[in-house]
T-cell receptor
Framework: AQKITQTQPGMFVQEKEAVTLDCTYD???????LFWYKQPSSGEMIFLIY??????QNATEGRYSLNFQKARKSANLVISASQLGDSAMYFC????????????????FGSGTQLTVLP | ETGVTQTPRHLVMGMTNKKSLKCEQH?????MYWYKQSAKKPLELMFV???????ENNSVPSRFSPECPNSSHLFLHLHTLQPEDSALYLC?????????????FGQGTRLTVV
């Protein structure tokens, strides 16, 4: 079963508007972390925001906020006041605390959402 | 230098060639990773090194051979590749101590096998 699901292959948003990128996850581990990364056309993966499973409040980082709904196992990324430079691929990822093999905790990624900001 | 650096940025190789991808991190991390990103597919984890020991090998063909000589350097040796191996190869590092440590990525090597 897929651990991270991003159901929006592509999204469009008008400049200066807010946009929500969906992410749902699947885990039986009570301790886990959720991450969002941005990948511009240059290829580099840029870390945006983190949410821990035990965090009581939704994470915020500048124009980025994470709408964390633990019971629904969703961790949607909200980008406020979109800018043209926000056009990129966005990936949701999860790291579980339980180590299933070896001694390193792995990041598992979703398939990504291509966001295009329109002028 | 800071962050994670990958070289080369672009590589075109024939199916009979042997080449190596290099990754270097200056963040003091103890875990390093190779990911493969093909068009329209999620990132696939290939190898994980923790404290310079390989701890994960996700059924990667033997034509890909990783090497981690020390905690700052990671290589991916390539030989007799196939055209379907053309992809973006991303290196990442993290401090593997808890779930809340993000991975830092290099800019990737865009590999084309002809």
């Amino acid at each position: 079963a897929q651990k991270i699901t991003q159901t929006q292959p592509g999204m469009f948003v008008q400049e200066k508007e807010a946009v929500t990128l969906d992410c749902t996850y699947d885990t039986s581990d009570p301790s886990y972390g959720l991450f969002w990364y941005k990948q511009p056309s240059s290829g580099e993966m840029i870390f945006l925001i983190y949410q821990g499973s035990y965090d009581q409040q939704n994470a915020t980082e500048g124009r980025y906020s994470l709408n964390f709904q633990k019971a629904r196992k969703s961790a949607n990324l909200v980008i406020s006041a979109s800018q043209l430079g926000d056009s990129a691929m966005y990936f949701c990822a999860m790291r579980e605390d339980r180590i299933s093999s070896g001694s390193a905790r792995q990041l598992t990624f979703g398939s990504g959402t291509q966001l295009t900001v329109l002028p | 230098e800071t962050g994670v650096t990958q070289t080369p940025r672009h590589l075109v190789m024939g199916m009979t060639n042997k080449k190596s991808l290099k990754c270097e991190q200056h963040l003091g991390h103890n875990a390093m990773y190779w990911y493969k990103q093909s068009a329209k597919k999620p990132l696939e984890l290939m190898f994980v090194y923790s404290l310079e020991e390989r701890v994960e090998n996700n059924s990667v063909p033997s034509r890909f051979s990783p090497e981690c000589p020390n905690s700052s350097h990671l290589f991916l040796h390539l030989h007799t590749l196939q055209p379907e191996d053309s992809a973006l190869y991303l290196c990442a590092s993290s401090q593997d101590r808890s779930v809340n440590t993000e991975a830092f990525f290099g800019q990737g090597t865009r590999l084309t096998v002809v």
